[in-house]
């Protein structure tokens, strides 16, 4: 009986069980939790980019350029986004031997990050900015469709900003000879011969001290070119075709000249013809906290065959051209990663429902993602804005003033949106909860990655002293250009009611900027260094502030315009 009795209360039990539904009675159904946030074309929904280009790409540019972006979106969503996050699920490894002992020091990297060089090159992210099919709107262009890439793009933007820094090295030298050849490579649309650069200036000593870290030596030989001897300790895409690097030029007695003045610039390809490495060892890829899809080594050179492309001890001077577009690139990667958490923050809030309603419905949620959004519109603004003055100076249309304050704006863009973007996507993953620090949402890797952006091409102090530097060298006359600058943009939105008060305040920051230098500057270099970093953080928030205000006071310009300009 009482085994049968058993049987009755097992049966009863899985009836009873079925009938009200128990949850996760049946646990290896599982439970649906919530639909994970998609992207979608991100040219169309961007209406912030959309407007930007239509008030000021000329009629005819803006008709190809929309066209184009708004496929290149589609392609984005469709194959790009998937490509990238394969590069960060199988990031590259070292193999120093062959299966029968040979010493190869092979970088391995996925199928994936292959085919983002190929789509690099298909849809002529570097060509498209030397190409100058729409003169000085070239880069803006470029640097658009960048922007919608960059977050999509497993971190090839790393290669792709050096690529189009050695290019406008190249252009600056004056293309002839074997930078002919390289020229055609890094701005080429055909896969089969693009190449991409590296850039091989960090040593044992490291950081941006350059004069006094490098020891690596150069050797003249018989036919012009030179052999290089040194360590490096930081090369960036070391899987690249070929690269820029420094060295001192070692006379007959073994003797090199110390400081900036004995660094010359050097490019040399990484392989030979057979396809072995150019007399370069590869001792260890370098673990990071973040960017793991890009390929990092320490790289020993021994006797690595390469050209000498500058004036002897002229190295500093020429990579000079290389620093600005590598800042620029810096600046897109920011201004992107902030508006990709932004885009899906909205996205997850149209789906996911917490106390009764739709996370878009609750007035706190979304008032924390309106002050990210003032955040990511003012840094695009700063990032468009000096996109334009690099197309000016490119086609020899840009004025003294457009060449100050491009030698301004690009250190201060970079060191302060390098800061926003770590703060606005920190802020943006509290967004989704603890989806937002789960390692398979995809979502954490968008911070991680963040953190370089402060440290590469310069750390936030190291950009504020080359500010101080940009003012002492041009003798006052940058700031003079800044301050004209907001000026001319304060007075086009004076006359708009709903933006009075804001034309004053920006007024009365830019009126104590001025006091702030007399007063600063008169006490001497020590007393404006320790002052650099507030002084460039005041200088980004003050254009940044006119550039928001001088958009919203277009005629078409809307209430979320004027919104974002108010706060």
Known sequence: MSVGHSQKVETWDKCTLQEVKVPFARTEIGTFF??????GNQYLEDAFLQHYLKTRLPPQVLEKVSLDLERFGARVAAEIDSLGHECELNPPALQHYDAWGRRVDHIVTCPAWKRMKEIAAEEG????????????????????????????????????????????????LGISGPLAKAFGHLTSRDPRKFWTSGQWMTERKGGSDV???????AREQPDGTYCLYGFKWFTSATDSDMTLTLARIMDAQGR??????????????????????NGIEVQRLKEKLGTRQVPTAELLLDGAQAHRISAEGRGVASIANMLTITRIHNVISAVAGMRRMINL?????????????????????????????????????????????LGLEETKMASEQDLHLLRLLTPVAKLYTGKQAIAVISEGLECFGGQGYMEDTGLPVALRDAQVLTIWEGTTNILSLDVLRSLTKSQGQVLAAFCSGVQGKLELA????ELESS????QDALNRLGQFTQRVGSKGAAAMELAARDFAYTLARIYTGALLLEHAARPDASSTDTYAAQR
Request: with cysteine.
């Open 211 to 217: 004069a006094s870290g490098t020891e690596s030596v």
């Open 34 to 39: 919530q639909e994970q946030p998609r992207i």
């Open 494 to 497: 004076s006359s708009i009611s």
């Open 125 to 172: 992210l570097i060509a498209e900015a030397y190409e100058r099919r729409y003169s000085n709107w070239s880069r803006v262009y470029q640097v658009a469709k960048l922007y919608l890439y960059a977050p999509s793009a497993g971190l090839f933007t790393c290669p792709l900003a050096m690529t189009d820094g050695a290019a406008k090295v190249i252009e600056s």
């Open 345 to 389: 923050a909205r996205e997850y809030a149209s789906k996911r429902v917490v106390f009764g309603k739709l996370i878009k419905d609750h007035p706190l949620h979304m008032q924390t993602v309106a002050r990210l959004e003032v955040e990511t519109r003012g840094a695009f603004l700063m990032l468009m804005e000096i996109a334009r003055l």
């Open 256 to 277: 090199v000249e110390q400081g900036s003045r004995g660094l010359s610039l050097f490019f040399l390809e990484v392989r030979d013809k057979e396809g072995k490495l």
């Open 503 to 506: 034309v004053q305040l920006l």
